[in-house]
């Protein structure tokens, strides 16, 4: 194999277009993945109206456009009922790159990123498994692998960037992954023959759950319905049972899919709340999931996992340029990270206080009913184009 100036592991929306970039800037990237592509993964499958911002500066949207379903925004159900319906668009000087969101079946979006990858000068390896990291001296050189066909390699290169998801082997083993007192699980299938199947994603908040149906095909959503983990556990050998009888709780959503026919096997994910710490290690990045995750309410995953490689490529170029991957010469990539993330992530924490208080939900929703700018801002910091910090005067009526 030739020598690279970054691994990235994993090939994933975060990995996939952390390579597409620093191939760009004519960077020698080796790419490796334990899976082969294209491969199912559970998701929300959710794409906020600045996706296609970043999709557009990595040329792959237009292979997306072809296969996505656009959402002109969202119907949120109170635990009363109170039905809430907020669309993306242009607010006051905030502008969304369009305005829609997107939904598209996650293996079809992973495979448009693999193959404008494999259109480029990147050496990629899929079933390619990261065992572990070669540490020197306080700085990450390369990782251990095992290829497809049982052989251990050792690949070495200035920068690693981990984008290996949830289970990141990388901070595992620079020990940076923390559990977060939040222990909740996602269940995930996809129902078919749902009545009034049109142009909006629709969360039903009924705590201590809530659910997110969202539309990818003519007639076929994508079902999530998030539950305290210690609930679910012990029916993790019957998780269909558990996730149908938990539907019918859900009053409100079980009056929506009523008549619709459940097409897949119920899959869960969880705990989906996890802290990773900034690494003290030169000779490595996180991105995406790797770096972390909270709550799926937001649907933020794919964009954050987007906008990190942006952070992170831009980082690492400099880096390379001046001959410095230290820890301090990486630096600047958690700073960007904080600007770009913190402000969301407080409001994240925020909304995940509301829809888990009935009377919060109930009594947020009957607000938000009389003061619709309220909700298109807040809209807007779910769909990643307002900054959060106008959603806090909107609500003061400033």
Known sequence: ????????????????????????????VRLVDRARFPRP???????????????????????VDAVARPLA????????????????????????????????????????????????????AEHMRVTDLIVTGGRVEGVEAIDDDHHRLTLRAPLTIAADGRASVVAQR?????????????????????ADLGRYGEIFVDPPDYAILNPIDPGRANLSVVVPMAHAAP??????????????QLRH????????????????????AYVVDPPRTGGVLLVGDAAGFFDPFTGEGIFSGLRSAELAVTAAVHALRHGDVSAQGLAGYQRARRLAFADKERVTRALRVVVGNRVLANLAARVLVRR???????????????????????????
């Open 372 to 398: 619709q700018r309220v909700l298109d801002l807040l809209l807007g910091v779910i769909g990643d184009f307002v900054p959060p910090r106008a959603l806090v005067k909107g609500i003061l009526g400033r």
């Open 174 to 194: 620079l020990g940076l992954r923390r559990a977060h007192r939040l222990q909740r699980m996602a269940l995930v299938t996809y129902v078919e023959d749902l």
């Open 253 to 272: 959503l079980a009056r929506r899919v009523a008549g619709a026919r459940r097409v897949a096997p119920v899959r869960a994910m969880g705990p989906l």
């Open 1 to 28: 194999m030739t020598a690279a100036d970054v691994i990235v592991v994993g090939a994933g929306p975060a990995g996939a277009a952390t390579a597409i970039l620093l191939a760009e800037h004519g960077v020698s």
């Open 73 to 124: 925004g969202m119907r949120i159900t109170a635990p009363d009922g109170t039905a809430l319906v907020g669309e993306y668009r242009r607010i006051g000087p905030w502008r969304p790159y369009r305005e829609q969101a997107m939904a598209i079946p996650r293996e079809a979006l992973d495979a448009i990123l693999v193959d404008r990858v494999r259109a480029l000068p990147v050496d990629f």
């Open 235 to 248: 029916w993790s050998g019957r998780l269909e049972a558990f996730f149908d009888a938990r539907v019918k």
């Open 41 to 63: 993964k559970i998701c929300g499958e959710y794409l906020s109206p600045e996706v296609p911002r970043l999709l557009d500066r990595l040329g792959a949207l237009k292979a």
